[in-house]
C-alpha cells in the first residue's frame, strides 16, 4: 500500500505513514494523531522540553564507528567522513546532502561510496532511511524512538522525543509479533513557515 501524508486509502478514511520495518508501510486512520498525542505529552513534560532525543553527535558517531568496526568493515576516511556527517547534522540529510558536507571532510570521496555506506550502515542496523514519494529519500543516525515532525512545505525534519502508543515488548507478548523497528511522523508546517503563512 503506498500512502503519502494526508492521503486517502479508498475507503474515505484520511491515512498517515506507519513504518515498521526497513520498507514494510501499513496505514492508519487519522485518529491515531490523536492517540499518539494523548501518549507523548503531559503537563509535566511541555512541547518545547521534548523536542530533541537525549541522543548526542558524539553517541551516534561512537555507535556507528564501533558497529562498522565489529562487522568487519574498514574505517575508511571516506567512511569516517560519511559517519561524521550522519553523526552531526540533524536535518536528515539526503544521499546527496551527505556527499556535498562529506567530501569537504575526505576530498577523494565518490557519490557511489556515499551510498554504499548508507547501505551498509542501514544492513548494520545504524541508519534509519525515510523514504518519501515526492522527494528525496531522507537519513538519521539517531535511531532511538521518536516521533519526524516533517514540514510539507520546506521539507525540514525535526525529531521529537515520544513514547510510541504500545511498546514493543506489549506487542510482541500479546499478538506474537516482534517488532524490529518503528516509524511514525507528523505532517504540517514547520514554526518558521507557518509564521511565514500566517503573516500573509
Known amino acids: 500500500?503506498?500512502?503519502g501524508p494526508g492521503g486517502n486509502s479508498g475507503d474515505g478514511l484520511k491515512a498517515v505513514w506507519v513504518d515498521v520495518g526497513p520498507r514494510?508501510?501499513?496505514y492508519a486512520p487519522a485518529w491515531l494523531d490523536i492517540l499518539m498525542m494523548s501518549v507523548s505529552m503531559t503537563e509535566s513534560e511541555p512541547l518545547q522540553m521534548r523536542r530533541n532525543p537525549a541522543v548526542s553527535p558524539e553517541e551516534i558517531?561512537?555507535?556507528?564507528?564501533?558497529?562498522?568496526?565489529?562487522?568487519?568493515s574498514k574505517l575508511t576516511p571516506q567512511r569516517r567522513a560519511v559517519v561524521e556527517v550522519f553523526a552531526r547534522d540533524a536535518t536528515h540529510p539526503s544521499a546527496q546532502d551527505v556527499f556535498l558536507q562529506a567530501r569537504r571532510?575526505?576530498?577523494?570521496?565518490?557519490?557511489?561510496?556515499v551510498y554504499y555506506t548508507i547501505k551498509l550502515l542501514k544492513k548494520l542496523g545504524l541508519l534509519k532511511e525515510l523514504d518519501f514519494?515526492?522527494?528525496?529519500?531522507?537519513?538519521?543516525?539517531?535511531?532511538?524512538?521518536?516521533?519526524n515532525l516533517v514540514c510539507l512545505h520546506c521539507h525540514r525534519i525535526e525529531d521529537y522525543a515520544a513514547a510510541l502508543p504500545m511498546g514493543p515488548e506489549r506487542i510482541a507478548d500479546e499478538t506474537g509479533f516482534r517488532p524490529t523497528s518503528a516509524r511514525?511522523?507528523?505532517?504540517?508546517?514547520?514554526?518558521?513557515?507557518?509564521?511565514?503563512?500566517?503573516?500573509?
Not at 184 to 195: D, H, I, P
Open 133 to 147: 514519494y515526492d522527494m528525496e529519500n531522507r537519513y538519521e543516525g539517531n535511531t532511538s524512538h521518536h516521533l
Open 105 to 113: 571532510l575526505a576530498p577523494g570521496l565518490s557519490l557511489s561510496t
Open 61 to 72: 558517531k561512537e555507535k556507528m564507528l564501533r558497529g562498522l568496526k565489529e562487522s568487519g
Open 184 to 200: 511514525l511522523e507528523y505532517y504540517g508546517l514547520c514554526r518558521k513557515c507557518a509564521k511565514v503563512k500566517a503573516e500573509k
Open 1 to 3: 500500500m503506498g500512502l
Open 24 to 26: 514494510a508501510f501499513v
